[in-house]
């Protein structure tokens, strides 16, 4: 039997997901002997160009990180999808759009002035920004082009699989990896590498059926130990947070953040947890909840920290959206 | 969500028979309450603007979060939640989760850039239809003041 042909790449991601592909240990080895890794980037030399020489259908198995915040993403997207048989979104910003999604919280311009003008450590007093070309003597130079919304990768192109987490879980990658060796893959459009329950379900914390007087953030209280993160007020993603992890955060003490993504077949993670968490407030009229409800600092960065690019609304409301527009048809 | 396809028509503009700008709000109306509430108004012929795009419910309780953002995604320029009086819920309970529910909601609709008069939780009951008629009028005015939302071409820029 010839060897699995495996790739590997990163979009808008921080590398922790190939780290988390590095962390099955010595288990690599194993699956050096089953399969060859054809494209990854991270951790050895591979050119576009290589990619781009392979016939359609070379790889194998294609895994995916990353959400799409720029135009080069989206290109190599679409190569990786001609070139792949199974192409997977790996991680949570390659399911649901993760961290570099609330940037989905800002204008674009908003975030360009925040890097190239106002950030303290830089200095630009030619109000210079990034620009998609550029002539030099040699010739001409060329940026991708950030886009105005970040989104996940099957807003781009069709994905086989998905395994959330951010990072996914050493033990679960490993579980799918063995599932695409032995030919055991579910059907397509299923999410591999986690469980169908919430981290509720996984998590060690004792219940006490208690209700929310306030909300405090981490660091301003000491919660008991033992005892259900939420109930003493600290916003935990629990209950609207698939199982897979294991429960990890909750075991060191920390709460839930929901990177692990949507249960059921509703994708608006938030939303599932506003519904969740209002019905855990103890209130008994409009002032108190209210009052309770205030002291909850940033919903939308709580609820859809990992979920942006999958959220009903998607994005802040659009400054502009016609001038925008406009911009688009002629930049992209 | 069938229910909800009925906002889907993507053009909010000017009626040809009013000349202006006719806003959609989508109103999630509990049956015990406030559905009777409006079914009050009707029957006793008190005037409100067309605007109210009824859906009925079972409870205030009921209404997911994810109803109302499929509502403003989908096309609506404001959603109004209308239930029980906290206390006089059939089911006992369901508005309290309400009442907690949507303050979170409209936080978090504040922070996503869509201004506080498009969102509206009211406590209706079946003998208020004159309340409901306040609420349509007050509710209709004030977002066609805003403008049509038009979320679809936030979603759809690149």
């Given amino acids: ?98 961290i570099p999604a609330l940037t989905n919280l800002y204008q674009r311009q908003e975030l360009l002035d925040r890097v190239y003008i106002e950030c303290e450590t830089v200095e630009n007093p030619d109000k210079v920004y990034p620009q998609t070309s550029v002539k030099v003597p040699a010739g001409e130079l060329t940026l991708p082009e950030l886009h ?85 007020g600290i916003v935990c993603m629990g209950p609207a947070t698939r199982s897979g992890c294991g429960a990890l955060c909750l075991q060191a003490g920390m709460p839930c953040r929901g990177c692990y993504g949507h249960i059921g077949d509703e994708e608006d993670q938030g939303a599932a947890m506003m519904g969740a968490i209002g019905s855990l407030i103890d209130a008994k009229d409009e002032e108190k909840a209210k009052e309770i409800i205030d002291s909850l600092i940033d919903p939308a960065g709580y609820f859809y920290r990992f979920g942006m690019s999958k959220s009903t609304l998607l994005r802040k409301r659009l400054l502009n959206t016609k001038v925008k527009r406009d911009v688009k048809l002629e930049v992209l | ?58 409870c205030s309780g009921r209404v997911d979060p994810e109803f109302i953002f499929k509502a403003f995604r989908d096309g609506a320029d404001g959603v109004a939640v209308c239930g029980c009086h906290p206390g006089d819920c059939h089911y006992i ?50 977002v066609r003041k805003l403008g049509p939302l038009n979320w679809n071409e936030t979603v759809e820029t690149q």
């Fill in chain 2, 93 to 142: 309970s369901g508005n309290f989760k309400t009442m907690s529910r949507m303050p979170i909601v409209k936080r978090y609709l504040e922070q996503m850039g869509l201004e506080p008069e498009r969102f509206r939780l009211e406590w209706i009951s079946a003998a208020e239809g004159e309340k409901f008629q306040q609420v349509a009028t007050e509710m209709t005015e004030q």
């Fill in chain 1, 148 to 232: 105005t919304t970040v989104r996940a990768l099957n807003d781009v192109i069709p994905v086989d699989y998905y395994i959330p987490g951010c990072p996914p879980v050493a033990d679960r990658i490993w579980d799918v990896i063995l599932a695409i060796v032995g030919g055991e893959l579910p059907p397509a459009g299923s999410i591999v590498g986690a469980g169908d329950k919430s981290v509720c379900d996984e998590c060690p914390l004792e219940k006490r059926q208690i209700k929310i007087t306030k909300f405090h953030r981490i660091h301003e209280i000491k919660p008991e130990p033992g005892w259900c993160l939420l109930e003493q």
């Fill in chain 1, 1 to 98: 039997m010839s060897k699995l042909k495996l790739g590997l790449y990163w979009a808008a991601s921080c590398g922790g997901c190939d780290m988390a592909v590095l962390e099955i240990g010595d288990r690599l080895l194993t699956l050096v002997e089953h399969a060859d890794i054809v494209f990854w980037p991270c951790v050895a030399d591979f050119k576009y160009k290589d990619v781009e020489n392979y016939e359609d259908g070379f790889i194998d198995v294609c895994f995916f990180n990353g959400a799409i915040r720029n135009s080069e993403a989206v290109e190599i997207a679409e190569l990786l999808r001609r070139k792949s048989k199974v192409m997977v979104a790996f991680g949570s910003c390659a399911t649901k759009g993760g």
């Fill in chain 2, 1 to 58: 969500m069938a229910e909800l396809e009925v906002v889907e028509e993507k053009e909010t503009g000017t009626a040809p028979t009013t000349g202006r700008f006719e806003p959609k709000i989508v109103a999630f109306l509990c049956t015990w309450c406030s559905y009777t509430g409006a079914d009050l108004a009707g029957t006793a012929r008190m005037e409100y603007p067309p605007n109210f795009i009824p859906i009925r419910v079972m």
